[in-house]
């Protein structure tokens, strides 16, 4: 599965700490996150993150884009429940979770959802998405077999 992490700045911590206690679930999926966050958990966990931009500068959209194609399967979304200043976060934000409705992507917003859909994940219970990402192992051995 391709797993989304995206955290704001007063979330960083707490979503490295997630990232820590879920290490060996998280290890056996595709991650990416935005810059900053990337190398905030790769640092805290060794685990391989592909690393976009940093979010202010086109890391959300990136993963707005990644979304859109359904090249991500569930997104952790920690975000600052302060109202924000920068009316294009704001947007960001809300088209992140737009998309994932549109696109039938879970998400979390905070701990509790994240720890029950990373369970969710290791147990199986979100395997559909391989059906729907065309980047999924599934997908790319039906390429390769030409099916």
């Known amino acids: 599965m391709d797993i ?3 955290a704001d700045d007063r979330k960083k911590e707490l979503m490295a700490q997630f ?3 879920y290490c060996g679930i ?3 999926h595709r991650l990416c996150a935005t810059g900053t966050t990337g190398k905030y958990i790769e640092s805290a966990t060794g685990l ?3 690393k976009l931009l940093s979010g202010e500068i086109g890391g959300a959209q990136q ?3 990644r979304i859109a194609y359904d090249e991500i399967d569930l997104l952790l979304f920690f ?3 302060l109202p924000a200043a920068d009316t294009e976060a704001d947007r960001n934000d809300a088209n992140l979770l737009r998309l994932c409705d549109i ?3 879970p998400v979390a917003t905070n701990l509790a959802t994240a ?3 990373v369970r969710a994940l290791d147990r199986g219970d979100l395997d559909w998405r391989e059906l729907i990402n065309p980047n999924s192992e599934m997908n790319r051995k039906r390429k390769r077999l030409n099916l």
């Open 4 to 6: 989304g992490i995206i």
């Open 19 to 21: 990232c820590i206690a």
């Open 26 to 28: 998280l290890a056996k």
């Open 48 to 50: 391989k993150i592909e």
């Open 63 to 65: 993963l707005i884009s």
């Open 79 to 81: 975000r600052d429940t």
């Open 103 to 105: 696109h039938n992507v």
């Open 115 to 117: 720890e029950i859909l």
